[in-house]
């Protein structure tokens, strides 16, 4: 039985794994973010917004200085080792100690979102688990863990019901130990020694150089995506961020279709040829519209309903914020083959600066103009951001392949001279 499970698993495609670990994460988010709204309010949500975005930032964070370049290194171990190990720890101590300043400030003393600096530690390191299982080729193992987070948070919370403790309390505790199953799923990978000798070194052989590249990238999109968000909680209101954090919950399984899809797309385009390229640029193109546009339509016309039924809310998200949301949503989806392209043929610094520019509009924006301190103001802002990364990013691609086929064209003698 074991061995018939086995082959089965191996006969799924990766990318049907990888599309299906990112619905895992959709009902996951979902499901807090709910579950949230219904035992503790529309305003508790917006802290919870803000708190979950200061996770996911620190998630990307321990991604772009450790996780990436060693997914992207040909030289580096395949299998974590103790200097590997020592890196992301610090990067989940360093996730845990920002959270907890950001709960200090932004959550007004109550005690218990203290629960989410362990879990800001613990998201890292799942994380962590679930590209190394990506990285052997073991999907089902990033599958099984995020199945792990989802059923034992789910079962936790259960129990606390049962018990009477049905608050916010009981959310942040199923979520912890939910991540704690999740991260014993991969134990076997994860475990070992590990130690500050020599984890220097490795980062500077193995993942300096990535991450000095991704860095300008990463840091407009934070910029741009968080950075907002945490304006929009200061100059707006809580109830602003908690309606934006619907609206993104709605929107969460195209955009993590999106996500699926593409994981496997740099890699797989690098093992092409430039010829084989485009039409794999296509076909991707053809998938993610296939996929993630019905997504889409389906949340910008049900949003209404969803809102009020599902989060509880008696004034949900207009038809604009929801449209809005809808065009960002499917710009992210359409450039995300076309990103892939640049990254692969290393021509993307024109897109990390398309990003920046409209990172710096966006917040000057927000900081100059009243009207723009809205849930609908901060997601036309967050399509704009997106719709320019997807110009740039079909204008580089495009650029780099005319370049590339002038060159072709170059008689041998004229390149010699």
Avoid: K
């Avoid at 590997?84 to 300043?101: D, E, I, Y």
Wanted: aromatic residues 8%; hydrophobic residues 55%; positive net charge.
């Amino acid at each position: 039985m074991t061995g018939s499970l086995t082959g089965l698993w191996q006969r799924v495609p990766r990318w049907f794994l990888a599309i299906s670990d990112q619905g895992l994460v959709a009902i996951l988010n979902l499901a807090l973010a709910v579950t949230v709204t219904q035992v503790a309010g529309l305003s508790t949500l917006g802290r919870f917004a803000v708190v979950t975005t200061t996770t996911t930032l620190m998630m990307g964070v321990a991604r772009l200085l450790v996780t990436d370049p060693w997914l992207a290194s040909r030289t580096a171990p395949t299998e974590p080792v103790p200097e590997l190990r020592w890196l992301v720890a610090l990067a989940a101590l360093g996730s845990a100690v920002v959270t907890g300043v950001v709960v200090l400030i932004s959550c007004g003393g109550d005690d218990r979102w203290l629960i989410t600096v362990p879990i800001a530690a613990a998201v890292v390191v799942q994380d962590f688990g679930r590209y190394l299982a990506f990285r052997v080729e073991r999907a089902a193992g990033a599958f099984a863990s995020d199945l792990g987070v989802l059923l034992v948070a789910a079962a936790t919370f259960v129990v606390a019901v049962a018990v009477g403790r049905s608050g916010l309390t009981a959310v942040l505790l199923a979520w912890l130990v939910g991540l704690l199953a999740g991260i014993l799923v991969l134990g076997g990978r994860l475990g070992g020694p590990f130690g500050p000798r020599g984890a220097g070194q490795f980062w500077q052989r193995f993942c300096r150089s990535l991450a000095t590249r991704l860095a300008f990238d990463t840091a407009a999109y934070m910029l741009g995506v968080s950075g907002s968000l945490y304006l929009l909680a200061y100059v707006g209101t809580a109830r602003d961020v908690g309606l934006v954090r619907i609206v993104q919950t709605m929107f969460s399984p195209a955009a993590l279709v999106v996500t699926g899809l593409t994981m496997w797309l740099v890699p797989f385009l690098a093992n092409r040829s430039p010829e084989h390229t485009g039409r794999v640029r296509t076909r991707a193109s053809v998938w993610l519209a296939a996929v993630g546009l019905p997504l889409i339509a389906l949340a910008v016309i049900l949003g209404p309903w969803f809102a009020r039924m599902v989060f509880g809310v008696e004034q949900a998200p207009d038809f604009g914020a929801l449209a809005l949301a809808g065009i960002s949503t499917a710009a992210m989806a359409m450039a995300a083959p076309w990103i892939a392209a640049a990254r692969v043929s290393g021509d993307y610094l024109p897109i990390a600066w398309s990003r920046a520019v409209a990172a710096i509009v966006t917040v000057v924006g927000m900081a100059l103009v009243a009207g723009l301190r809205s849930t609908t103001g901060y997601l036309g802002l967050l399509a704009m951001q997106n719709v320019t990364v997807a110009i740039a990013a079909v204008l580089t691609v495009r650029h780099s392949e005319a370049a590339a086929s002038r060159s072709d064209r170059v008689p041998e003698p004229l390149r010699e001279h």
